[in-house]
């Protein structure tokens, strides 16, 4: 009796368990995760799904080069990993600090200004990719770089061997 | 069974005790003491703990704000240093990064300059 049994309620209980596991495992932008720092004062701020994903969008096209997945390729000591934000001077783990990054880069002892080497506003003559990014784009860009460790984890400036 | 095989028996068969019994008393000294190697024992030392002045690598002073990269470079061209107060004598520094150091001299440690670890004491290619 048991044995013919346990062959169709293991296939059914697999079944009702992906149907009920999925849902919840899919990893959905509720505004917990939308929700990130805005400055060094504890404010924080959400941003909205549209600003969310328009943040993407342009993080992939004007930095994705360098920083995909949160690394850094062309020097993988400062990369955009929280921690690395976090022990940056001034500490870059706020969306007014990184915007402020995105206008004045500096070294990461904020000592010298590398505007020249780092893609700015500051100079748009050498990085014309920056050319077309309003007040709004940076914003979202800086809220984007700030989500992304909520849902990646590790996987976020973690490197390769976590893609 | 002729005599000359069973002679031959218990030939082996001592040969086999006695190897077994000499091995067994005799066996190799090394394993008394835990082996450990030269790297081993460095990292042991203060080196393995905290910001060694004279052989931690360049970018091993982005682990506390404010040292990489700038003093980090200056603090590797200008070693080795007898204590790690001596690294306030860096020629040219300015108020600023004399604060940085002095805030950080607790991270900070001295051992003997260690040759053994090549460029890596420039850049030992551990970046995660």
């Known amino acids: ?163 | 069974m002729s005599k000359m095989q069973s002679w031959w028996r218990w030939i082996s068969l001592g040969c086999c005790l006695l190897v077994g019994i000499l091995g067994f008393w005799g066996g190799p000294p090394a394993l008394a003491a835990e082996p450990i190697n030269k790297m081993d024992a460095k990292l042991a030392s203060p080196f393995g703990q905290k910001l060694d002045l004279n052989n931690t690598n360049v970018n091993g002073f982005s682990r506390y704000p404010g040292l990489y990269p700038t003093l980090a470079r200056l603090i590797v061209a200008n070693a080795p240093y007898g204590k790690v107060e001596d690294v306030l004598a860096i020629p040219n520094l300015t108020e600023r990064q004399k604060e940085v150091l002095k805030a950080n001299l607790d991270n900070f440690a001295v051992t003997e300059p260690e040759v053994m670890l090549g460029w890596d004491r420039i850049n030992n290619g551990i970046y995660r």
Request: with cysteine; proline share 6%.
């Open chain 1, 1 to 163: 009796m048991i044995g013919k049994l346990i062959g169709p309620v293991l296939c059914l209980g697999i079944w009702l368990w992906t149907l009920l596991a999925t849902p919840a495992q899919a990893i959905t932008l509720d505004d917990a995760t939308r929700t990130v720092a805005l400055n060094d004062q504890g404010e924080t701020v959400t941003l909205t799904l549209r600003e969310a994903e328009r943040g993407k969008q342009l993080f992939n096209a004007k930095c994705g080069t360098c920083h995909v997945g949160g690394i850094t390729k062309t020097n993988p000591v400062v990369g955009l990993d929280p921690e690395s934000l976090a022990l940056a001077t001034p500490p870059r783990n706020t969306v007014e600090a990184l915007v402020d990054y995105m206008k004045n880069p500096t070294t990461y002892d904020g000592l010298q200004e590398i505007a020249e080497l780092h893609p700015s506003l500051a100079r748009t003559d050498i990085y014309p990719k920056m050319r077309d990014l309003t007040e709004d784009d940076l914003y979202a860009i800086a809220g984007h770089i700030l989500i992304q460790p909520k849902i990646r984890g590790i996987q976020w400036g973690g490197g390769k061997i976590y893609y």
